[in-house]
């Protein structure tokens, strides 16, 4: 598979959050990273090129993965605010978003997401809830993962993604949309502790960094996405 008008995801953006922080985490504030995935420049601009990918599919063979550096350590329970523009139900929007956290789940004897229930709350503000949801965001991003972390002993306490309503979307891999299955796959995967790769001899791995529009390969892992998952979680 060939993708025309690549996109990007941003290098990882590491801030200071100050928050007032969960009891549990009395002795140190929560810190934030963002994850963003962004449009990528055309190369008459001098924006880095992604290398040609692998001719054909090795994501079974291909071992490759990076990790962020801190994991649940607890199931993360999630909220999906199902509302949108695009004319899908309810019940279809929640059927892909939990598939693809799912898809993450089967890898692994530790169950790192359980859906709670749907939500009117919007992802990225720090609440205590965990959710997905569309909302604006700048025009250049297809969607963003927030993900507060404790630096003491490395572990998250809560993740937001937030879907961008500049872009349309798509639960069927339609040409000229963005695919949820696709995209909620791989950021269900930062949500688990993944990083992005950059190489393109990782193209047909889910934590690969570069998407596209009506792409659906991410839907599925590869062997380092599930290595990666195992490094963290255990078989």
Same mark, same amino acid.
């Given at each position: 598979m060939r993708k025309t008008g690549s996109l990007v995801l941003t290098a990882l953006i590491l801030l200071s959050f100050i928050a007032i922080p969960l009891s549990v985490y009395a002795a140190e504030s929560p810190h934030l990273m963002v994850v963003e995935w962004s449009v990528e420049q055309s190369?008459?601009? /001098?924006? !880095?090129? +992604? %290398? $040609? +990918? +692998?001719? %054909?599919?090795? &994501?079974? %063979?291909? +071992?490759?993965?990076?990790? $962020? #550096?801190?994991k649940w350590t607890t199931t993360a329970n999630y909220w999906i605010n199902p509302s949108n523009t695009y004319g899908f139900s309810d019940e279809a929007v929640v059927t892909a978003i939990t598939t693809s956290a799912e898809t993450w789940d089967t890898a692994t004897s530790f169950q790192v997401f359980s859906y709670v229930g749907t939500t009117t709350r919007s992802a990225g503000t720090y609440d205590s809830y965990n959710v997905v949801s569309w909302g604006s965001y700048q025009s250049n991003v297809i969607a963003v993962t927030f993900i507060w972390y404790t630096r003491i002993g490395r572990r998250i306490i809560e993740t937001d993604t937030r879907l961008n309503t500049v872009f349309v979307w798509s639960l &069927? #891999?339609?040409?000229? !949309?963005m695919d949820v299955l696709n995209i909620m796959t791989h950021e269900f995967g930062h949500w688990c502790g993944l990083a992005d790769l950059y190489d393109g001899k990782d193209f047909w791995l889910t934590m690969y960094g570069y998407s596209t529009y009506g792409e659906v390969y991410k839907r599925t $892992? #590869?062997? /380092?996405?599930?290595? /990666?998952?195992?490094?963290?979680?255990g078989v």
């Open positions: 190369d008459a601009r /001098g924006k !880095k090129i +992604p %290398t $040609l +990918p +692998p001719a %054909t599919d090795d &994501s079974m %063979t291909n +071992p490759d993965y990076k990790l $962020l #550096g801190f &069927s #891999g339609e040409d000229g !949309k $892992l #590869g062997l /380092g996405d599930i290595n /990666g998952l195992i490094a963290v979680y």
